[in-house]
């Protein structure tokens, strides 16, 4: 059988077309479209929740929070991973100061516990408030050690909204006040009436009264416990503080145009 030249010709360009087919498609690099990519908006503290830290162990029980973002998050610096990573260091250091109770209990107490169910709790709960240039978060500490009665302790930190700087107390005055001095006088004034009411009591007594000057004394362990909310300087005093336990907690708010020294963007 013979072929014409035109016949020879066309069966070789099918026979390159074929080749060069099968070349493109096993030879040549694939192409692959990168994934899309979205912009995503940090999830808010309020929308995510607070982020906790649970633990049970055989004589006790923790539950503690703190806030997975804070209103520091647009701040440059990493205000706000400084500011979570803070509070959330001084619970576990709180957490880990609370296991030292059940360590070495001895046996004969270690059974009772467990003759009677009896468990210890630590629980960590905290509040936000905000004034004009600040955020401050506190912390409600109910510690239980199978004592006479669990205690109620607080924590608070109070940062700057503007850079993000954990304030303390003598930073919101200017140089050279006596805030001490003037918030000792101030809440021995207001603290007998105030607590007085509360209780349905005429006069506090004696021991009371010694307690309430003792915890107010112009020390600044005494005003350690505060926050900024709206215009007011709020000092919290846990039981014991300036009273016996039976009358609990004591919350001091001030309003900040009644304080000397205190600097103009706070509160």
């Known amino acids: 059988m013979t072929f014409s030249r035109d016949a020879i010709i066309g069966l070789v360009v099918i026979i390159i077309i074929v080749l060069g087919s099968f070349w493109y498609v096993f030879f040549q690099p694939m192409s692959v479209t990168a994934p899309s990519t979205a912009t995503t908006t940090p999830p808010t ?9 649970t633990e049970s162990a055989e004589f006790y029980t923790v539950d503690t929070q703190y806030p997975s973002q804070t209103v520091l998050a647009g701040l440059p610096d990493s205000a706000d ?6 509070m959330k260091q001084w619970e576990l250091d709180t957490i880990a100061d609370y296991k030292t109770n059940w360590t070495d ?4 107490f270690e059974a009772h516990l467990r003759d009677e169910h009896l468990k210890g709790s630590l629980a960590i709960t905290y509040t936000t408030h905000q004034s004009a240039h600040t955020v401050s978060y506190v912390y409600t500490m109910f510690s239980d050690t199978l004592g006479a009665h669990p205690n109620t302790t607080y924590k608070t930190f109070t940062f700057d909204t503007t850079n993000g700087q954990n304030l303390s107390l003598a930073m919101l005055f200017n140089s050279g006040t006596d805030y001490l001095g003037w918030l000792s006088n101030y809440s021995r004034a207001q603290l007998p009436a105030m607590i007085e009411a509360r209780e349905n ?13 003792a915890g107010t004394t112009a020390d600044a362990a005494n005003f350690q416990d505060f926050y900024l909310d709206g215009a007011n300087l709020v000092i919290l005093f846990p039981p014991y503080a300036v009273g016996p336990y039976v009358l609990g907690s004591t919350e001091l708010d001030i309003p900040a145009s009644q304080i000397p020294g205190l600097k103009s963007q706070y509160p």
């Open 201 to 213: 009591v005429t006069t506090l007594d004696s021991n009371s009264t010694d307690m309430l000057n």
């Open 81 to 86: 991973v400084n500011a979570v990573a803070l």
């Open 45 to 53: 503290a309020t929308a995510t929740g607070p982020l906790h830290i």
């Open 105 to 108: 209990l001895g046996a004969d």
